[in-house]
């Protein structure tokens, strides 16, 4: 009993002595690290003001001056007191430069014109009951930071955190309260005017950009029944042979859907890129650089060229639907058909077709749904562009909704695929429908 109660002591001994060298040695490492850390903190710190302390801020933006003025804890726009200003933005952009800290100082600068600083992009001032503090900003690094400088000072300069600077950098209308102003994009443009010596106007129908978008999936349907099935109809059929090598051919087909949407895209768009892909390196051999154009900005171009990407990835896929669909058929039918001297072509119209029909049912359901709600490979090659030219209902659904906010067109599109998926699987489904006689 003796020997037990002292093993566990000791044990508890040990284990309190391991426990007190693991923090001391974490402790040591800690500070040592934080020791480090100082020694190498070159931050400074650039601006000290008190935010409530503000009453004004002035920028540049769009090549004009720009004021806001605090009065009651409110801001307001100098030139215009109608301006419908957030509060929340402004407030939070004269936090960001009140309490500015530098990551790094740049001593005794003589020549300013290397930073941008000669003839600053812009100058943002503070203006307190104390007076003005006036930051002038440069040229933008390579690490998200700008250089800085006090106005008053002309030999010291400062690298500070983009986040901080950029909420000044952009236009008036950043400051203004969301849904104010129309939104103006690409899809709500109708109208364009231009009056230079000639008038020329330039109208844009909402409605067309949607029919254009189902143009371009049908483009995907004439793609998967024209090109899509007979080339993986005929890809079955070779690894469905009773040839050498066929395993090997059958990975060789299948390769390009493992890889991935995303990745098939961005590879075929860097080779089909006219500045350093395939096509380029074509014109270089033969010295005919910038003959061949961009292939994925021309319409119809575009959507075509996806259209083949498309059929190349997913011809492995459907290869073995068919190849599913071919070793069900008996040997026995080919075989007796071979002996009534049958041609390969017969055997194939009469025996082989007729018995996969549903292997061609399951492909043309999958190619019709698969072609109205394509997103994937056509965003990543082109995001529908240019211009909306190459867009699918699936990426009108998406831009509508989420880019542009107009969540009624977006449900309405998502309703019309919908109803359109139903009643085309559904007439699908009924073309392929088995004959009863012969189920008989």
Request: proline share 3%; charged share 20%; aromatic share 10%.
């Amino acid at each position: 009993m003796k020997k037990k109660t002292v093993k566990l002591v000791s044990a508890v001994v040990v284990l309190g002595v391991l426990c007190a060298a693991y923090e001391g040695v974490n402790f040591y490492v800690t500070s040592q690290e934080e020791k480090e850390t100082e020694e190498n903190d070159t931050s400074v710190d650039l601006v000290s003001l008190e935010a409530d302390d503000i009453t004004a801020v002035s920028f540049t933006a769009d090549q004009n001056e720009v004021e806001f003025d605090k009065k009651d804890d409110s801001w307001t726009e100098k030139s215009d007191a109608n301006f419908p200003v957030n509060q929340d933005t402004v407030d939070s952009a004269v936090k960001g430069v009140a309490s500015l800290t530098a990551d790094q100082e740049i001593s005794d600068v003589e020549d300013m014109s290397q930073y941008d600083l000669d003839n600053p992009q812009n100058t943002i001032t503070l203006t307190t009951a104390d007076g003005d503090t006036s930051l002038q900003i440069g040229m933008e690094s390579s690490n998200n930071q700008y250089y800085v400088k006090k106005e008053d000072d002309d030999k010291n300069v400062y690298l500070v955190s983009s986040s901080s600077i950029e909420p000044f950098m952009g236009t008036l209308y950043d400051f203004a309260e969301s849904g104010t102003f129309p939104s103006v994009t690409s899809a709500t443009i109708t109208d364009v005017k231009v009056d230079k010596e000639n008038s020329y106007e330039l109208t844009q129908d909402a409605d067309n950009l949607f029919w254009n978008a189902m143009l371009n999936s049908v483009y995907f349907m004439i793609g998967g029944f024209v090109i899509l099935m007979p080339l993986s109809f005929g890809l079955a059929m070779l690894v469905t042979a009773k040839i050498k090598g066929t395993g090997f051919f059958r990975t060789c087909y299948f390769l390009p859907n493992m890889l991935g949407t995303t990745a098939v895209a961005l590879m075929w768009t860097f080779m089909l890129n006219p500045n350093f892909g395939i096509f380029n390196t074509i014109e270089n051999i033969f010295g005919l650089h910038g003959t061949i154009p961009d292939v994925l900005t021309i319409k119809t171009v575009n959507v075509w060229i996806v259209v083949l990407v498309n059929e190349w990835m997913y011809a492995g896929y459907n290869m073995l639907i068919f190849a599913a669909g071919l070793v069900a058929i008996p040997d026995e039918l080919n075989e007796a058909a071979a002996l009534d001297g049958a041609t390969g072509w017969q055997r194939i119209r009469y025996i082989i077709l007729p018995l996969m029909k549903n292997s061609f049912k399951v492909f043309s359901i999958l190619c019709i749904t698969g072609c109205l709600k394509v997103f994937d490979i056509i965003w990543a090659m082109t995001r529908g562009g240019p211009n909306d030219i190459s867009s699918t209902p699936s990426i009108m659904l998406y831009t509508q909704g989420f880019s542009y906010k107009l969540f009624g067109r977006s449900s309405a599109y998502g309703v019309i695929l919908l109803v359109l998926g139903v009643v085309l699987s559904l007439i699908t489904n009924h073309l392929f429908r088995e004959d009863k006689d012969l189920a008989m």
